[in-house]
């Protein structure tokens, strides 16, 4: 069993065929998300708990948390953005070729197919394109998934998927990080695609700069997010673009 696979049991459900150690209940049930309750989602909302279990399973996760177990505000800003666009104006995304980067546990992948975009979510680590696969067929979706690094060289990997439209959000924990998430997005741009950031107000992300990743500023709510995974009820984040 892999983390992925914990995470996507129910809780009792034995975790292997010859144990007695059954699946803890980590609050990961589908319920309506937050912010997009069109949708329904799955979510650690014990996340320490989760997090010590993944791993035990995956040595990996000891140093870096299995973030896909988690809905950020990022992509509850880019689902509700694709949702409420597309009931003013009706057909907006449809066939339209959506590249998501680091899609997590795949909510705004799964809001614009819901659309009837052509949707493409890429992450870096499988066990996210795991979860993103679960969450779009728990929604009634088949999602299209690919394996995508932001620290590939941008250039190539869009050339190839050619998206009429890329989306990230939440992707500016670190310094080294939003760097390449800056530099995807002005390769997108330079390109002929039109990319949507989504950004709660990180330390690093393009909310302050946003020429600089080629961008501006289009909205700004305050998103919901679960006080037991980050301390807070909710988090101020604005929607860039340039579309």
């Known amino acids: 069993m892999d983390a992925a696979e914990l995470f996507l049991l129910e809780p009792g459900a034995p975790l292997e065929e010859q144990s007695e150690e059954v699946c803890p209940n980590f609050g990961q049930g589908y319920r309506p998300d937050l912010f997009v309750p069109e949708i329904r989602m799955r979510e650690a909302l014990d996340f320490a708990t989760f997090w010590q279990y993944a791993g035990r399973l995956d040595s990996k996760y000891r140093e870096e948390i299995p973030y896909w177990c988690i809905v950020w505000p990022g992509s509850r800003m880019l689902a509700r953005f694709a949702l409420d666009e597309n009931q003013k104006k009706p057909g907006l995304w449809k066939n339209r070729k959506v590249l998501e980067l680091g899609c997590g546990s795949g909510l705004a992948s799964v809001a614009f197919g819901r659309c009837e975009a052509q949707v493409i979510a890429s992450d870096h680590d499988g066990q996210a394109l795991k979860v993103a696969r679960a969450t779009a ?40 990080v939003a760097s390449r998430a800056a530099l995807w997005s002005k390769s997108a741009i330079a390109m002929g695609i039109s990319v949507l950031v989504a950004d709660p107000t990180r330390t690093y992300g393009p909310h302050k700069r946003p020429a600089e990743w080629g961008l501006s500023i289009l909205q700004e709510a305050r998103v919901p997010v679960h006080k037991t995974v980050e301390n807070v009820k909710g988090r101020h984040t604005v929607l860039l673009g340039h579309v």
């Open 137 to 176: 067929r728990k929604n009634g979706l088949d999602l299209q998934t690919c394996h995508l690094d932001l620290f590939d060289d941008p250039e190539p990997a869009l050339s190839k998927i050619q998206p009429g439209l890329m989306v990230m959000g939440d992707l500016f924990y670190e310094a080294g």
